[in-house]
């Protein structure tokens, strides 16, 4: 039973991903303002590159924590079937790194001078290390131990898919050697000039 499809997506499943740019927008609104004074459209060129890449990674735990929500609607297949799906694995290794993250700031916080004014914005706004590398941890597991149980519907394909962006967010972001960001914005510049 490899392709087993447990449950439909649902009215009240549309619902839950409506919410989410909506979380987004007013999760943006607030921290953008709380990190540069300003909002974001005041930016110039040079920071808007790197802004928009610390939104996508906002609205990318946000979709986690989503789909998580989604998938553990009822019905729902047995707890054994559940852990094995590549969608869920996804988003549950992508908190966890976000998990990491705001631990290791908090810690870094408390060893040093205590400005939790901008805690928050830390926290949950900038670079996301450890979400894409424990995406791929997490399905080169399941994987590798034949327990890799992909559904056919909607619900574990939509988990699949942001495990995906979570994987393209590390390379595009984190590696360094990748320059992508600044061949963009020189385009930019020249556009604008």
């Known amino acids: 039973m490899q392709g087993h499809v447990s449950r439909k997506f649902a009215l009240l499943d549309g619902m839950i991903l409506v ?9 943006i609104r607030h921290l953008t303002s709380r990190r540069m004074g300003t909002h974001f459209w005041y930016l110039d060129h040079h920071r808007l590159l790197p802004l928009l890449h610390d939104e996508i990674g906002l609205f990318l735990i946000i979709l986690s924590f989503a789909l998580i929500l989604i998938r553990f609607r009822p019905p729902r297949p047995g707890r054994r079937r559940l852990w094995r799906q590549p969608g869920l694995a996804a988003c549950v290794a992508a908190l966890a790194g976000m998990a990491i993250k705001a631990i290791s700031t908090i810690t870094s916080y408390c060893a040093t001078v205590f400005k939790f004014g901008t805690l928050e914005v830390e926290v949950f706004w900038g670079p996301w290390p ?18 890799w149980r992909a559904e056919r519907g909607l619900i574990d394909r939509l988990g699949r898919l942001l495990g995906v962006c979570w994987l393209l967010e590390f390379v595009l972001g984190e590696i360094e050697g990748i320059r992508w960001a600044v061949i963009l914005g020189n385009l930019i510049s020249r556009a604008w000039s």
């Open 19 to 27: 919410a989410v740019p909506a979380v987004w927008l007013t999760a």
């Open 130 to 147: 450890y979400c894409g590398p424990a995406v791929a941890g997490a399905w080169l597991a399941l994987y590798l131990s034949g327990h």
